[in-house]
């Protein structure tokens, strides 16, 4: 069965150093991948989606992510956390075959500290 | 444009009771997914509407809850009687219904937080 896991429920970085959410994914057919923010008492909120094109994708907000098919990998990062991208974040698959539904990781809630 | 938009946005409720939830798509999107969130937990797909027909509705718990997209604009999701397990943050989504829908951009409801006592 297709599965998602982010590594690390909560994760704590400085303002200014660098930003990497971890994602992983299971699956026997291609991927298409996507991470979503979600800001307090906010919607979701799409950072980048992955649909394979370029395996370095570039999102909103300085984030980016690289697909590694190698390492069933689409870990997001930022070079310079900023206060502002303190929000929670969503790892998510979705699969060519079958519907298309999104399969969500268990969330990341990042902190930046000043 | 208005983004997908839900109503309430919380709701409290004694166990046995009903309540409904609704949610407008982004106008035009032929697509609208129900999402839930219990806490602590991922976020976990429901039921897929493709304009007024159920698409997909692997994901429903069991028979207390019904959805229904009237006309393929806007959609309700009743749980009839709610239960305790049932609290959680309900996520509306829609997109457009391209070809390749699997690779389009599911829009993100801001959620119903449903809390049942």
């Known amino acids: 069965a297709q599965s998602v896991t982010q590594l690390g429920s909560h994760v704590s970085v400085s303002e200014g150093a660098l930003v990497l959410l971890r994602c992983n994914y299971s699956?026997?057919?291609?991927?298409?991948l996507f991470w979503y923010v979600q800001y307090p008492n906010q919607g979701l909120q799409l950072l980048l989606k992955?649909?394979?094109?370029?395996?370095l994708v570039k999102g909103i907000n300085g984030f980016e992510a690289e697909f590694k098919k190698s390492e069933t990998s689409f870990h997001l990062t930022k070079p310079s956390a900023h206060m502002s991208d303190a929000a929670e974040y969503f790892c998510?698959?979705?699969?060519?075959?079958?519907?298309?539904?999104?399969?969500f990781g268990q969330g990341t809630r990042l902190t930046i500290n000043p | 444009e208005a983004g997908v938009t839900q109503f309430p946005s919380h709701s409290v409720i004694e166990k046995g009771q009903t309540v409904t939830l609704r949610c407008d798509p982004i106008?035009?999107?032929?697509?609208l997914y129900w999402y839930r969130r219990v806490m602590g937990k991922e976020i976990k797909f429901l039921l897929h509407?493709?304009?007024?027909?159920?698409?997909?509705e692997s994901g429903m718990p069991n028979n207390r809850f019904l959805a229904e997209r009237t006309g393929g604009t806007y959609s309700t999701l009743k749980v009839q009687p709610a239960e305790l397990e049932d609290s959680g943050v309900y996520f509306c989504?829609?997109?457009?219904?391209?070809?390749?829908?699997?690779?389009?951009?599911?829009?993100f409801g801001p959620g119903t937080r449903l809390l049942v006592l």
């Open positions: 989504a829609s997109s457009q219904g391209l070809s390749r829908g699997y690779q389009e951009t599911q829009y």
């Open positions: 699956s026997s057919v291609p991927p298409y």
């Open positions: 992955y649909t394979s094109a370029a395996t």
């Open positions: 998510a698959v979705s699969f060519i075959q079958g519907a298309q539904k999104l399969v």
């Open positions: 106008s035009g999107h032929d697509n």
């Open positions: 509407f493709v304009k007024e027909s159920k698409q997909d």
